[in-house]
């Protein structure tokens, strides 16, 4: 289950029970947080939490300012700054070193268009999205508040809160269109409105990714029941009846009985994909469907020789196969973990495929000196109404690469 599914099924009860509850959304970060823009958390009115917006070092503090939102019934943004090592507070001490901004939000159960109600709008929908959160305002006042959004989807449908500003609704379709292209959260501010500025986090929703498992044996059950436990939607395709059975893989999505005759005929999508059929002339024939196939993993088990001698089979068909495959097949598969039990080799199957989804390498975090997190771009916002007026003509958009401490 995933979180956003967890936090779901959290609002459910709550709302069945008609037990008021708030959101906390980690909107902005600065320095090194253990969460990143996006996290989320939700407290019931007795103080129950679902989800987590850090390591455990704000949940206290932010469960008690949430009740507080819910009994005003406003939202609140709140900064937490875990640099100053001399400040106790919260029990945050030398911390993570970074500035945590969280947006505090009371749920209405009667708004069809509240925080839970439009990210389960998205989780319906099979495509990535972008969901628009005002969280700052400077310079006066709009008709956006804090905690306003939008549900921008990929087929050009908004829902949320309404924004009486034309030009600013072209702006974030442009923005939206550009994190969606980028695969990146952004941070933007939007200075064309007659009364003032709005800081807009602009995060891009991701569906869960999707993963194929070719092959039923027992080594696949310990993956899917890792994949699964990730919230990745699971397929196991199988040409054996009795391996491919819904009832040894009762937490895959699908499970499919896929005859080797019918492999041509596998539909294509961008699944990511997994070979472990254990069977040469079915390995060669699922590796030659998805040389059309738009995924960007093919995981192939099995030692260096095999990956070989298939490819030279697939030039035999297909010329240019080891071309269409470059960047795409990982043979053998998996990080290099000494894996040697199933659930081991189901570890290090998924870890690869989770930095290949990131674009990562997948070494030891010690070892990198890069960021464990990607930075959002972000706009500093203007301190005063000369900088709110210049700021059309200086848009421009900031990357902030300091170190995280979590990840």
């Not at 709009?142 to 939008?150: K, V, W």
């Not at 070979?275 to 002339?281: D, E, F, Q, R």
């Not at 196969?321 to 000494?338: C, D, K, M, T």
Request: glycine share 8%.
């Amino acid at each position: 289950m995933t979180e956003l599914q967890r936090l779901l099924a959290a609002y459910d009860a709550c709302r069945a029970a008609g037990r008021a509850c708030a959101l906390a959304t980690v909107v902005e970060v600065e320095g090194s947080a253990y969460r990143r823009p996006g996290a989320r958390m939700l407290v019931t009115d007795d103080g129950q939490l679902t989800g987590a917006i850090s390591g455990g070092c704000l949940e206290g503090d932010a469960r008690q300012r949430a009740r507080q939102v819910l009994q005003r019934g406003q939202p609140a943004l709140v900064t937490y700054d875990t640099s100053d090592e001399d400040d106790p507070r919260h029990g945050l001490g030398p911390g993570c070193q970074g500035v945590v901004h969280i947006l505090l939000e009371p749920l209405d159960f009667q708004d069809p268009d509240n925080p839970l109600e439009l990210l389960r709008g998205f989780a319906r929908h099979p495509e990535p999205a972008v969901l628009a959160t005002v969280f700052r305002r400077a310079a006066g006042q709009t008709n956006a508040d804090p905690g306003h959004r939008l549900l921008l989807l990929p087929t050009g449908q908004v829902r949320g809160s309404a924004l009486d500003y034309l030009a600013l609704a072209a702006q974030l379709r442009r923005d939206a269109d550009q994190a969606l292209a980028q695969d990146q959260s952004l941070i933007r501010e939007y200075a064309a409105l007659p009364d003032g500025l709005m800081r807009v986090f602009l995060e891009v929703l991701r569906p869960p990714l999707r993963l194929c498992v070719y092959g039923a044996g027992n080594d696949a059950q310990p993956l899917v029941r890792l994949a699964a436990s990730l919230g990745w939607h699971v397929t196991v395709v199988d040409g054996r009846p009795r391996q491919a059975a819904p009832e040894r893989f009762p937490e895959a999505a699908s499970v499919r009985v896929v005859p080797l005759a019918e492999v041509p005929t596998l539909p294509l999508s961008a699944d990511y994909a997994v070979l472990l059929t254990h069977n040469y002339v079915y390995d060669l024939a699922v590796l030659q469907r998805l040389l059309d196939a738009p995924t960007p993993y093919i995981g192939l088990l099995g030692p260096r020789t095999k990956a070989t001698r298939l490819l030279e089979d697939l030039r035999q068909v297909v010329p240019d196969a080891e071309a269409r495959l470059q960047g795409r097949l990982h043979s053998p598969i998996g990080l290099n973990l000494g894996a040697e039990t199933p659930e081991e080799i189901a570890l290090s199957i998924t870890a690869e495929v989770q930095a290949a989804r990131q674009r990562r390498f997948g070494g030891m975090l010690r070892l990198s000196n890069d960021p464990i997190h990607a930075r959002l771009p972000q706009l500093d916002m203007p301190t005063s109404k000369a900088e709110a007026a210049d700021a059309p003509r200086r848009y421009h958009a900031v990357v902030v690469t300091e170190p995280s401490c979590g990840v």
